[in-house]
C-alpha cells in the first residue's frame, strides 16, 4: 500500500515525479518548499489574525501572542485537515494526520516568527495602522520560511511531517 501511495503521489504531481528524481524516502527542496508554504498560509492567516484582533483589544504583548499562536496552529491544522476529509479520510484519522504532519513545522514556524516580533524593538507595542508592526510580522514570516523550509526536508526526507499527508493524497 505504501508503494502505491507513492506512486499515486508521483502520479499527481507533476512538479515531482519519484520526488524529482530522488532516491525512495529523499526530499526534493521542491517538496519542502511547496509543503513550508502550505504551513505558512495557515500559520500566517492565524498569525496576523491573532495580532490584528489582540492589537485592536489593546490586550497585552503576551495575551495577544498567545491568541496569534493559538489560532496560527488552528488555521495550519485547518487546512490539513480540510484537504484529507476531501480525500476520503474520516475526521478522526484526519486529525491524527494533521497533527503528525504538521505539528513540528508549525511549531518551528511560530518560534521564530514570534521571536523576531518579540525581539524587533517597538513591534509589539506599534500599532496596527505602523510600518513597523506590519515589518516586523512580515519579516518574521520571511524568515520563518527560510528556517522551515530546511527542517521540512529533513522530515520528508524522513517520511515525516508532510510526507504523512502525501499518502493521502
Known sequence: MNEHSHSAHAHRSPHAPHAAGTAPGGATWATAVRATLHCLTGCAVGEILGMVIG????WGNAATMVLAIALAFLFGYSLTLVAVVRAGLSLKAAVKVALAADTVSIAVMELVDNGIIA????AMEAGLADGLFWSA???G???AFLVTAPVNKWMIGRGKGHAVVHAHH
Do not use: E, K, Q, R
Not at 55 to 58: E, G, H, N, P, V
Not at 119 to 122: A, C, Q, V
Open 55 to 58: 492589537t485592536a483589544l489593546m
Open 119 to 122: 525581539l524587533t524593538p517597538g
Open 137 to 139: 510580522l512580515l519579516g
Open 141 to 143: 514570516f520571511v524568515v
